[in-house]
């Protein structure tokens, strides 16, 4: 009977903590498991639910919680969903939070990783971690085709690229870029001034000048075999690829720099490097990746769930994050008290290409018309299109896709335009 009433006693007092639920995406929704006993510890009137979401089934996940009335009070989104929801109307507005969390400095983010959360005006999101694209490269290959000096504009590149190709013969590459993924050509898309979607994300912007510079390049490395014209599974793998030489340069993501030092052979941990993706004149910049946290209009424990995003977003912590997942952390800061990052050769460049980071389209529809871009580029190296015309069916797919969005941001313009004409 004095056991029961114990147990009682206890189950009474946790019931009383403030519950906040907290969803994150794949390998990270596991590894940050071990960094809330610390914030329960900080705050031991709340106790945190983490729920682990598949990738694949995320999105599908979260659109049916909101049709549900079942989304938690605080998740980790994916960059390219934040325009969805906001959409959607499910997320809260952060100026408020942010005025009363002056350590949560917008000023020590990256700018193209926190632009990313700022819709419409207004702050959605906070990014937890950070990711872009630069070139893996065989530092050996490049000394033995006489490139003595990393490039860092397109021409260089060209150069580079080309010395590369003459030195490893027909059988082998200069360049690997997978014919089905969107990402490399997407970089280099990115870098040039004008956007890639126009007039408010209306219509698609492809046959504006510097996407057809773009596209040129991207098919002048196919053209000139520099590129092999294949997809990443029609190789063994791009690690074991890597390392026998099949190709010199590959664009990746810093969940690479692990994998690399943990598949190739020690005779090459010294032969490769990374460096800062090059850009039509200057070194490039790239697209900013990651996930963001969010709070949802629909939580009752908002206040609470704030609490979780200021300590996963404290520098010292997500320095901790990094040495558990190899993310690279949002915040300068973070990186300047971090002697592991600041001092890693592999790194460094990534500190680099934050710098210059570029938010994606903040559109709903952008996942769709970046598929598309994958699918016209394919068809371009494959000869069934010019660069023209790959520019223009671009348009073309972008154009249907957007539009019901078009449709949504004129009908407000439209309905006010009779009553006006009443009103005269």
């Excluded at 089934?57 to 605080?74: I, N, Q, R, S």
């Excluded at 020690?266 to 990746?289: E, F, H, Q």
């Excluded at 320095?319 to 915040?331: C, W």
């Amino acid at each position: 009977m004095l056991l029961a009433g114990l147990l009682a006693a206890c189950t009474g007092r946790a019931d009383e903590r403030a519950v906040v639920r907290f969803w994150a995406m794949g390998y990270e929704g596991e590894v940050v498991t071990r960094l809330i006993p610390e914030f329960e510890r900080l705050h031991p009137g709340i106790r945190v639910e983490v729920q682990q979401l598949p990738v694949t089934a995320a999105h599908e996940k979260l659109l049916t919680a909101f049709a549900g009335d079942g989304l938690p009070d605080v998740c980790a989104l994916g960059n390219t969903w934040l325009a969805e929801f906001v959409e959607l109307g499910a997320l809260t507005p952060l100026e408020p939070y942010l005025a009363r969390s002056p350590a949560l400095d917008p000023g020590d983010y990256f700018p193209g990783p926190w632009q990313t959360g700022v819709l419409d005006g207004h702050v959605y999101a906070v990014p937890w971690y950070v990711e872009t694209r630069l070139p893996f490269y065989r530092k050996d290959i490049l000394a033995a085709a006489g490139v003595e000096r990393l490039p860092r504009d397109w021409q260089e590149w060209r150069a580079a690229l080309a010395a590369v190709k003459r030195e490893v013969g027909p059988q082998r590459y200069a360049i690997l870029l997978p014919l089905n993924e969107y990402e490399p050509l997407l970089n280099l898309a990115i870098q040039q001034p004008g956007p890639l979607l126009r007039d408010g994300g209306r219509y698609g912007n492809f046959r504006s000048a510097g996407f057809k510079r773009t596209l040129a390049f991207y098919k002048e490395m196919f053209d000139r075999g520099w590129a092999p014209p294949v997809s990443n599974n029609q190789i063994s793998n791009v690690w074991d690829e890597f390392g026998r030489g099949y190709y010199a340069f590959y664009v990746n993501g810093p969940w690479n720099i692990a994998e690399f030092r943990k598949r190739l052979p020690p005779s090459l941990a010294d032969a490769w490097g990374t460096m800062p993706l090059p850009g039509p004149d200057g070194p490039g910049a790239s697209v900013a990746g990651g996930a963001s946290f969010v709070l949802f209009r629909a939580s009752r424990n908002r206040d609470a769930a704030w609490k979780l995003v200021e300590f996963l977003s404290d520098p010292q912590v997500q320095i901790r994050f990094h040495g558990m997942t190899g993310n690279l952390p949002p915040r300068r800061s973070a990186w300047a008290r971090s002697g592991a990052l600041a001092q890693d050769p592999y790194t460094r460049p990534f500190r680099d290409q934050l710098e210059r980071a570029k938010p994606a389209p903040k559109v709903p529809e952008w996942e769709r018309i970046a598929q598309e871009l994958r699918i016209v580029g394919e068809r371009m190296v494959a000869g069934h299109l010019t660069v023209e015309q790959a520019a223009a069916e671009l348009d073309r797919r972008a154009d249907a896709i957007l539009e019901k969005r078009r449709w949504m941001l004129d009908r407000p313009a439209a309905e006010a335009a009779p009553a006006a004409g009443g009103a005269r």
